[in-house]
């Protein structure tokens, strides 16, 4: 975790120490919360998607009349759910994922829609695997989750107003999170979509109003 935090302050600082040689450069500091829906691609046994918590806070710096780039600290939940009826043979099974994740995102705003896409690079904070009234198919301490989660973003939201917006994201890993699985046909990733939203707290990096900004 604290190697992820550095990164994201390191990113901070270096996204502001460019937007200090703009003079037109706004910055954006906001908090966000929402919920997603995410699965894992992998297992041998019949899953259905998880609701998960994510929240967080952001840093956006205005690129230009429509671009922005915006880095974010959050945890999110993921991972997979299982099924109360028509149950797998191995009984009804989970797993929660919880990650810090550091995403950087370049944005397109066009009116009052954005679109957004980019890299992510999340570390695991606390992950496991349930069954209710069965056993797993096999030994679980062989097949780890990995530590780290490379993924890629790619979304879209609507601005209210100066203060609120609402985004929708999907999410995909790049690179398995664990080993493959006995008898699996693919390899385990994290994906899932995201419906969050976000409170912006405005500041100017140049010490002084700015007549236009992308929102």
């Not at 890299?119 to 695991?124: E, H, M, N, S, V």
């Not at 009234?133 to 780290?148: A, N």
């Amino acid at each position: 975790m604290k190697k992820l935090f550095v990164c994201f302050v390191m990113t901070l600082i270096c996204l502001d120490v460019w937007s200090q040689s703009k003079l037109n450069t706004q910055c954006k500091l906001g908090f966000n919360l929402g919920m997603g829906l995410h699965t894992l691609t992998g297992t041998r046994i019949k899953t259905h998607a998880l609701f998960g918590f994510v929240g967080g806070m952001w840093f956006q710096i205005k690129l230009g009349k429509f671009w922005t780039v915006q880095s974010e600290l959050s945890l999110v939940q993921k991972g997979t759910g299982g099924y109360l009826q028509d149950r797998p043979t191995f009984g009804d099974y989970w797993v929660t994922l919880s990650y810090f994740e550091v995403p950087i995102l370049f944005q397109y705003h066009k009116k009052e829609v954005y679109f957004e896409f980019g890299p992510a690079l999340a570390t695991l904070r606390h992950g496991g695997e349930y069954t209710n009234g069965g056993t797993l198919p096999y030994q679980s301490d062989q097949y780890p989750f990995f530590k780290k989660d490379f993924s890629f973003n790619l979304g879209t939201g609507y601005v209210f107003n100066e203060k609120w917006r609402v985004g929708l994201r999907l999410n995909h890993s790049l690179l398995p999170v664990r080993k493959q699985l006995p008898e699996a046909a693919h390899q385990a990733y994290n994906r899932g979509v995201v419906l969050s939203v976000s409170r912006q707290i405005n500041f100017k990096a140049s010490g002084k109003k700015q007549s236009d900004g992308v929102e």
